[in-house]
């Protein structure tokens, strides 16, 4: 509320009367706690992140299967502590580690993406969405979580193939050899 204060002062100079001014003094109580409740309200009431799908297109199942040559594989094992063990083709004796960081895996199958692309240059293919006819890597990715990986893992990973346009990837079970291997 606002509350007006007289001043005790005598006003009267000179033998002429003056008007007396009153200070006031406003109480913001009142609007401190309805900025609170705006604010309450409006966070709980937005979304604050959307959840958001990642699309996925899984190939038809006619029965038949084509031969991949292994110098188009890489092969990723996501371990514990975010660490990400991977070997190309099936040269599982040449096993290195990497990281999720921008400079760790994103890199590598960049570095191998690049490898595949001038060995065996574009492929052409049309885009299922548009019907656009384009031109993408031969580049197959094989991602294999280990049961001490935690899910995030598996997402990162394949956020990464979508950030660096990896068309052919699959998850698929470890196998007791690669977890021989680093473990």
């Given at each position: 509320?606002?509350?007006?204060?007289?001043?005790?002062?005598?006003?009267?100079?000179?033998?002429?009367?003056?008007?007396?001014?009153?200070?006031?003094?406003?109480?913001?109580?009142?609007?401190?706690?309805?900025?609170?409740?705006?604010?309450?309200?409006?966070?709980?009431?937005?979304?604050?992140?959307?959840?958001?799908?990642?699309?996925?297109?899984?190939?038809k199942?006619?029965?038949?299967?084509?031969?991949i040559?292994?110098?188009?594989?890489?092969?990723?094992?996501?371990?514990?502590?975010?660490?990400?063990?991977w070997?190309?083709?099936?040269?599982?004796?040449?096993?290195?580690?990497?990281?999720?960081?921008?400079?760790?895996?994103?890199?590598?199958?960049?570095?191998?993406?690049?490898?595949?692309?001038t060995q065996?240059?574009l492929?052409?293919?049309?885009?299922?969405?548009?019907?656009?006819?384009?031109?993408?890597?031969?580049?197959?990715v094989?991602?294999?979580?280990?049961?001490?990986?935690r899910?995030k893992?598996?997402?990162?990973?394949?956020?990464?193939?979508?950030?660096?346009?990896?068309?052919?990837y699959?998850?698929?079970e470890?196998?007791?050899?690669?977890?021989?291997?680093?473990?």
């Amino acid at each position: 509320m606002a509350d007006f204060q007289a001043s005790a002062q005598s006003n009267v100079a000179r033998g002429k009367p003056r008007s007396h001014r009153m200070s006031t003094r406003i109480d913001f109580t009142p609007m401190v706690d309805l900025g609170f409740l705006l604010i309450t309200f409006f966070m709980l009431t937005t979304a604050l992140a959307k959840p958001s799908v990642m699309p996925l297109v899984m190939p038809k199942d006619d029965g038949t299967t084509e031969p991949i040559k292994q110098s188009k594989v890489l092969t990723f094992l996501l371990g514990a502590d975010d660490k990400v063990y991977w070997y190309e083709g099936l040269d599982i004796e040449k096993m290195d580690s990497t990281t999720f960081d921008a400079d760790g895996l994103r890199q590598v199958i960049l570095r191998k993406k690049e490898k595949v692309e001038t060995q065996f240059g574009l492929q052409k293919y049309t885009d299922s969405k548009t019907g656009a006819e384009l031109q993408g890597s031969q580049l197959n990715v094989i991602i294999k979580p280990a049961n001490s990986a935690r899910y995030k893992n598996l997402v990162d990973a394949l956020d990464e193939m979508a950030i660096c346009q990896v068309r052919y990837y699959c998850v698929m079970e470890i196998s007791a050899e690669e977890v021989k291997r680093f473990e």
